[in-house]
């Protein structure tokens, strides 16, 4: 397994963009696909988007207008942007990994999450 | 894409067994083998319970246990331990997305 760790701002303000980064640490040689997945107070989970190790994305439908995922692995690092927030927004997010199990993947590896809140 | 659609709660007895149902559509639970199941204490990040459907990954107890029929998938407990109380989800993959259910709060009695 890998470590992650999420870090950014805890605060962002209606309309502005919410900037996260995801730390990896440990060995990620065999790790291929790297994703947000976000969780609203007292909700359940969304999976927000992936980047593989080539640099190609994939993001959920619903929120696929405003979100970028980019990565920067020579640090070790991906990241994820979602444009004009709003209250809506307001969520627990966690960066994850993809385990290969096989001919299965699942979501083995989860950072610690960071709460960020969308207000004025 | 839907959330998959699960009870919002069950609760047994310890040492009972209980099963939490996961349904999906034909384009993806039913279509995937890639169905996984995780536990979620408050506060702490979810951790992996099941995958491939029926899988357990090193660590986790035997007894924990997954299965699918059709476009419905399963995850039983017995023996049911006060540990065990948490939220459970599970998700599937489907057309290079994966997709939550809304997931489930189990009581331990």
């Known amino acids: 397994q890998v470590q992650l760790h999420e870090s950014g701002p805890g605060l962002v303000k209606p309309s502005e963009t919410l900037s996260l980064t995801c730390t990896v640490s440990g060995d990620s040689s065999s790790r291929n696909y790297w994703s947000w997945i976000r969780q609203p107070p007292g909700k359940g989970l969304e999976w927000i988007g992936y980047?593989?190790?080539?640099?190609?994305?994939n993001y959920n439908p619903s929120l696929k207008s405003r979100i970028n995922i980019s990565m920067d692995m020579s640090k070790k690092q991906f990241s994820l942007n979602l444009r004009s927030v709003t209250a809506a927004d307001t969520a627990v997010y966690y960066c994850?990994?993809?385990?290969?199990?096989?001919?299965?993947?699942?979501?083995?590896?989860w950072g610690q999450g960071t709460l960020v809140t969308v207000s004025s | 894409q839907s959330a998959l659609t699960q009870p919002a709660s069950v609760s047994g007895s310890p040492g009972q067994s209980i099963t939490i149902s996961c349904t999906g559509t034909?384009?993806?639970?039913?279509?995937?083998?890639?169905v996984s199941w995780y536990q979620q204490h408050p506060g702490k990040a979810p951790k992996l319970m099941i995958y491939g459907v029926s899988n357990r990954p090193s660590g986790v107890s035997y007894r924990f246990s997954g299965s699918k029929s059709g476009n419905t998938a399963s995850l039983t407990i017995s023996g049911l331990q006060a540990d065990d109380e948490a939220d459970y989800y599970c998700?599937?993959?489907?057309?290079?997305?994966?997709?939550f259910g809304g997931g489930t709060m189990l009581t331990v009695l």
């Open positions: 034909s384009s993806d639970v039913g279509r995937y083998n890639f």
């Open positions: 980047i593989d190790y080539s640099g190609s994305t």
């Open positions: 998700s599937s993959y489907t057309s290079a997305t994966w997709v």
């Open positions: 994850a990994s993809e385990g290969v199990f096989g001919e299965a993947v699942a979501f083995d590896s």
